[in-house]
C-alpha cells in the first residue's frame, strides 16, 4: 500500500512538473509571426523587450505580455532593430514614446526618486511607528502598574496565610 502511495506521489509530482513547464512556455507573448529570422537580433530583440514594461499589463515586461500593445512594442522594436538601430536607440525610441514608465528598471533621478527611496522611506517609517508603539504600550504598562486584587482574590489570599500559620 505504502509503495502505490510512493508511486502515486512521483506520479503527481512528475504531471505537476511537466505541467508548470508547459505553462511556463506558455507564458511568452512573442509569436512566431513576430520572431526574426536572424538569431542575433532576434536575441537582441528579446533582452530589450525584457526590459521595457508593458504598459496594460504593467507588472509584466512586453516579452511576456500577450497585450495587443505589447505585441505592437515588440514589432517596434524589432523593426528597429532591423533598421540598424542600437539597442540603446531602440529603448529611447520607446522611452520617447512612453516617458521612463515603460522601463522596468527606470533610471535614478528626479522625478524617479519617489520610486527609488519610497520603498526605504515606507519601511522606515513603519519602523518608526512601531517602535513609538512598542515604547507607548510599555510606559502605559509602568504607569497602571500592578492590577488590584478583587475581593475574592483577598479573601483567598488570606484563607492561605492563614493556613500556613
Same mark, same amino acid.
Request: charged letters at 25%; one cysteine or more.
Given at each position: 500500500?505504502?509503495?502505490?502511495?510512493?508511486?502515486? @506521489?512521483?506520479?503527481?509530482?512528475?504531471?505537476?512538473?511537466?505541467?508548470?513547464?508547459?505553462? @511556463?512556455?506558455?507564458?511568452?507573448?512573442?509569436?512566431?509571426?513576430?520572431?526574426?529570422?536572424?538569431?542575433?537580433?532576434?536575441?537582441?530583440?528579446?533582452?530589450?523587450? $525584457?526590459?521595457?514594461?508593458?504598459?496594460?499589463? $504593467?507588472? $509584466?515586461?512586453?516579452?511576456?505580455?500577450?497585450?495587443?500593445?505589447?505585441?505592437?512594442?515588440?514589432?517596434?522594436? &524589432?523593426?528597429?532593430?532591423?533598421?540598424?538601430?542600437?539597442?540603446? $536607440? @531602440?529603448?529611447?525610441?520607446?522611452?520617447?514614446?512612453?516617458?521612463?514608465?515603460?522601463?522596468?528598471?527606470?533610471?535614478?533621478?528626479?522625478?524617479?526618486?519617489?520610486?527609488?527611496?519610497?520603498?526605504?522611506?515606507?519601511?522606515?517609517?513603519?519602523?518608526?511607528?512601531?517602535?513609538?508603539?512598542?515604547?507607548?504600550?510599555?510606559?502605559?504598562?509602568? @504607569?497602571?502598574?500592578?492590577?488590584?486584587?478583587?475581593?475574592?482574590?483577598?479573601?483567598?489570599?488570606?484563607?492561605?496565610?492563614?493556613? &500556613?500559620?
Amino acid at each position: 500500500m505504502i509503495m502505490i502511495l510512493r508511486l502515486s @506521489a512521483r506520479r503527481a509530482f512528475l504531471g505537476m512538473l511537466v505541467a508548470s513547464a508547459v505553462f @511556463a512556455s506558455l507564458a511568452h507573448g512573442v509569436t512566431p509571426d513576430e520572431v526574426l529570422r536572424d538569431p542575433a537580433l532576434e536575441g537582441r530583440a528579446r533582452a530589450i523587450s $525584457q526590459l521595457l514594461r508593458c504598459v496594460v499589463c $504593467q507588472n $509584466q515586461s512586453i516579452d511576456d505580455s500577450n497585450a495587443p500593445l505589447a505585441r505592437d512594442l515588440r514589432v517596434i522594436v &524589432r523593426e528597429r532593430l532591423v533598421s540598424g538601430d542600437t539597442d540603446k $536607440q @531602440a529603448i529611447d525610441f520607446i522611452v520617447g514614446r512612453y516617458g521612463n514608465f515603460v522601463l522596468l528598471k527606470p533610471p535614478m533621478q528626479l522625478d524617479t526618486l519617489a520610486l527609488w527611496i519610497g520603498p526605504a522611506l515606507f519601511l522606515l517609517v513603519a519602523a518608526l511607528g512601531f517602535v513609538r508603539y512598542l515604547r507607548k504600550r510599555s510606559v502605559d504598562q509602568a @504607569a497602571e502598574g500592578p492590577a488590584a486584587l478583587t475581593t475574592i482574590e483577598q479573601d483567598r489570599v488570606s484563607e492561605l496565610f492563614s493556613r &500556613r500559620s
